[in-house]
């Protein structure tokens, strides 16, 4: 018997077909649930919708031949080239903030630099087995857009994922290090950007950048 | 100045210990005393009141290491004086069977001893060996934040093996004082001046004056 | 000056009975750590470098967030990262406050030689005098936990103080003023014990950790930081918390038996001699001196 199921108990019967037209929101005329949207307020609407990062290694699982958003805003420059699994660009990248640092000030202020002295880039173990990368070696990671140089973190905390049925890697670089600072002013680091990686893709409605999703390709140096 | 060739002197003296080997005893014996009350000092709260009146404990702690250096060195010397006449003899044998009479002071009674009797070779080896120890382990205690964490078995074993041996060089120096200054007569003069006279060799190294003299020492 | 010597109830290499001991009612204080909140932010570690104006030293990158290897003469505040695989193959990422246990019956005290150079007060805080610190290192050696730090220049050891300036005023610890999460909380002994239990048997109970416990070990008398780890069988996962610890059997040796063997061999011996030398004289009293010579010893 195929019934409805979910964390609610039901208070209709359990085991009626869709096309039975059941019309359990006994509230509402239609008998059916209701989703309000503002018509005007997203760009990518009514209805919010999943679309792909602008560099994805998957098509849209729901709408493959529509898998980014058609509205996402793109610069045009030169610099604003995109990259593809077939390109080489077969490693998920994202960026992000650490406890010990607060984005680009703190590399100037010895306390902090003292937590975290360096830039670093956190590895899946696996993948960094397959490479032949240990932990503390430095390496390159480049996207379409530009590369990054910085000390490896192998780490068993970030597993490889499943991602419509492929094995993907994921790695991840805390953004707070740049041209200047205590340990760049001593050339410790490359003094590479974090966000020369990822692509100028604005959010339509949000207007906030894709930094957080991007594909690259990674290398021993 | 280990060579059978003591110098017979006049006044019916021979010469047992040259200028070298004095020098290097007074500064073993020294550094050993200043090594004795620091040490002490480590050892016992009721005695750290001596490390204070030698400068504070902080420069005692500094400087017991150094004096421990010297120590060692002139041990070493000593090593290079005096081992080849330490070893093992049959006259040594018979000396430890007749210790009841030497504690006795029954000297007559004794075995002839050479230029060394058996107590004074067990002291010298006993000395030399705790000697060791205590510079292997006082390396380990002198500079204990080298020692990491998975390495502290060292520390461990150093810090109990250190005050072990110098128990034991603290026993021989209490046998060596009381027989050197107090009861062999003639004994401390040795190692200041240098001579001891020829009686004090037929008594206490009959074996050695027969070396000396060249006919066995006259049985009393 | 009354009021801080009978706050004191133990004191290194200290001949002779203790002011304190036993002066005050007995009021030990001590800091929780639940170890299944922190969140590894570090916030504690920069509070105790920030109150006690600890100068900055060079850290590396090392494969990891733990900010140093060990803790410090300068950093007695270190969160220990690691990464432990349990068996149905989820991962945890285990983090612990490291820093000076407190311990009731502390083995740095026991080891140190000097006089006053390692206190402990009624409040069970134990403290390092570096004034009267001969840097010998023998702390070192008498702490199961790795704690005691040489500083090369002062030829002196450091470590975590519990803030015993702040305790003393009243105050909580820098480190538990700053923790975001609450996750270390400060009180009496006898309090943080019951709310130590109380949230181990809520991790028993309720979040699936069967062996969670308290981590409050009695080899040492117990201590005055106590932790709450999701697992207190294996506290070795926990950047190598040791499982039972005690002072060093070879200091317990030194200090104890080998102690008394020595003294007694020692008195015994300059003693022994004495009567010696009473009882039988000199060797040469028997001797009559043959062929005297002028200026001849005998």
Not at chain 1, 80 to 104: F, Q
Not at chain 1, 165 to 177: M, N
């Amino acid at each position: 018997m195929q019934k409805w199921v979910g964390v609610d108990v039901p208070d209709f019967k359990v085991d009626s077909k869709p096309a039975d037209h059941m019309g359990p929101f006994i509230m509402n005329a239609e008998g059916v649930g209701r989703l309000f949207a503002p018509l005007a307020l997203l760009a990518d609407g009514p209805f919010p919708e999943h679309y792909e990062p602008v560099e994805s290694p998957i098509d849209n699982p729901l709408h493959p031949k529509q898998t980014h958003n058609p509205v996402a805003k793109r610069f045009t420059s030169a610099d604003d080239k995109y990259g593809s699994p077939k390109d080489g660009y077969n490693i998920v990248c994202t960026t992000y903030r650490l406890t010990e640092h607060y984005h680009y000030w703190t590399k100037n202020n010895p306390m902090n630099v003292q937590l975290v002295p360096e830039p670093f880039v956190e590895i899946p173990a696996e993948l960094a087995n397959d490479m032949g990368i240990r932990g503390g070696e430095t390496v390159k990671v480049s996207s379409a857009r530009g590369h990054y140089v910085a000390k490896a973190m192998v780490t068993k905390r970030i597993k490889p994922m499943t991602i419509d049925g492929k094995k993907v890697y994921q790695i991840g670089l805390p953004i707070h290090w740049g041209y200047r600072g205590i340990a760049e002013d001593e050339n410790k680091t490359a003094k590479t950007l974090a966000n020369s990686l990822s692509p100028a893709v604005i959010d339509p409605n949000a207007f906030t950048p894709e930094f957080k999703g991007f594909l690259v390709k990674l290398e021993r140096v | 100045m280990s060579d059978h060739a003591d110098q017979i002197l006049p006044h019916g003296r021979v010469l047992r210990y040259a200028f070298a080997e004095r020098a290097n005893h007074w500064i073993a014996a020294f550094s050993y005393i200043y090594l004795l009350l620091t040490g002490l000092a480590f050892w016992s709260p009721w005695l750290f009141w001596i490390a204070v009146a030698l400068g504070g404990g902080q420069i005692s702690r500094m400087l017991h290491p150094w004096a421990g250096l010297f120590f060692f060195y002139a041990v070493l010397r000593m090593y290079g004086y005096w081992a080849p006449q330490m070893r093992t003899t049959e006259v040594d044998k018979q000396w430890w069977n007749s210790l009841r009479h030497y504690v006795r002071n029954e000297d007559e009674q004794m075995p002839p001893a050479g230029r060394y009797n058996a107590g004074q070779k067990a002291l010298f080896w006993s000395f030399f060996y705790a000697a060791i120890v205590l510079l292997l382990t006082g390396v380990v205690l002198w500079f204990p934040e080298w020692i990491p964490w998975n390495l502290r078995w060292l520390r461990y074993l150093s810090v109990l093996l250190h005050p072990v041996a110098a128990l034991f060089t603290i026993a021989n120096f209490l046998i060596h004082i009381y027989m050197s200054v107090f009861a062999e007569r003639g004994a401390f003069g040795s190692v200041i001046r240098g001579d001891v006279s020829l009686e004090f060799a037929k008594r206490y190294h009959p074996g050695w004056y027969e070396e000396i003299v060249g006919k066995p020492a006259p049985r009393k | 000056m009354s009021q801080a010597t009978l706050r004191i109830q133990k004191i290194s290499g200290h001949a002779g009975s203790i002011p304190g001991e036993g002066a005050q009612r007995q009021s030990a204080v001590a800091k929780l750590i639940d170890t299944t909140t922190c969140i590894g932010c570090k916030a504690c570690e920069v509070a105790c470098v920030e109150w006690n104006d600890m100068p900055f030293s060079p850290t590396e990158f090392n494969n990891t967030y733990q900010t140093m290897p060990e803790t410090r003469w300068n950093y007695w505040n270190l969160i220990l990262f690691s990464e432990r695989e349990k068996e149905d193959g989820s991962l945890m990422w285990l983090m612990r406050k490291n820093q000076c246990m407190h311990c009731a019956e502390p083995g740095c005290l026991e080891a140190c030689p000097s006089d006053g150079a390692i206190v402990q007060y009624t409040n069970g805080i134990v403290d390092f005098q570096q004034d009267k610190c001969i840097g010998c290192g023998y702390c070192i050696t008498g702490c199961p936990f790795n704690i005691p730090k040489f500083n090369k220049e002062t030829k002196r050891v450091y470590k975590c103080t519990l803030c015993v300036d702040r305790v003393g005023e009243g105050l909580e610890p820098a480190c538990i003023k700053s923790c975001p999460t609450g996750c270390l909380h400060f009180g009496s002994k006898d309090d943080m014990r019951v709310l130590a239990e109380q949230r181990a048997e809520q991790l028993r109970t309720h979040f699936n950790f069967p062996d969670a416990g308290v981590y409050d070990p009695p080899g040492v008398g117990g201590t005055g930081v106590i932790y709450v780890l999701h697992d207190a069988k294996q506290p070795d996962l926990y950047g190598g918390l040791p499982k039972d610890p005690r002072i060093p059997l070879s200091v317990r040796l030194w200090k104890g038996p080998l102690k008394w063997l020595g003294n007694l061999a020692m008195v015994g011996g300059v003693i022994g001699l004495f009567v010696h030398y009473l009882r039988f004289g000199p060797k040469e009293r028997n001797v009559e001196l043959k062929e005297p010579h002028e200026g001849a010893e005998p």
